[in-house]
């Protein structure tokens, strides 16, 4: 069983800066694939960024190309997600889900095997 905790989720205005961030349990947090999603009431969740075992890969959804940064420090079983130049659209309550299967980084909602209660962002106009 793997664990998920996200935190830093707040209110901002936009074009503000946000990180959240999201702690994992287990000895072998180094080893997995780890995912940013995001959703909002009446719709489906949707990817946001993804980051595999070694850091080396990174996805990005287009829509937060250029703005969103996600990294992870294995040595803190932490991956993060730096959230800059928010805009109101960005409001959403974001998860964080971990692919421990083979480590990839995949924007494929269907291939995290674990997920954490989310965190609330919201980005005032």
């Known amino acids: 069983q793997v664990q998920l905790v996200e935190s830093g989720g707040g209110l901002v205005q936009a074009g503000g800066s946000l990180r959240v961030s999201c702690a994992a349990s287990g000895r072998t947090f180094s080893r997995y694939g780890m995912g940013w999603f995001r959703q909002v009431p009446g719709k489906e969740r949707e990817f946001v960024a993804a980051i595999g075992w070694s850091g080396e890969t990174r996805y990005y959804a287009d829509s937060v190309k250029g703005r969103f940064t996600i990294s992870r420090d294995n040595a803190k079983n932490t991956v993060y997600l730096e959230m800059n130049s928010l805009k109101p659209e960005d409001t959403a309550v974001y998860y964080c889900?971990?692919?421990?299967?083979?480590?990839?980084?995949?924007?494929?909602?269907?291939?995290?095997?674990?997920w954490g209660q989310g965190t609330q962002v919201t980005v005032s106009s």
């Open positions: 889900a971990a692919e421990t299967h083979w480590g990839i980084a995949t924007i494929l909602l269907n291939d995290y095997d674990y």
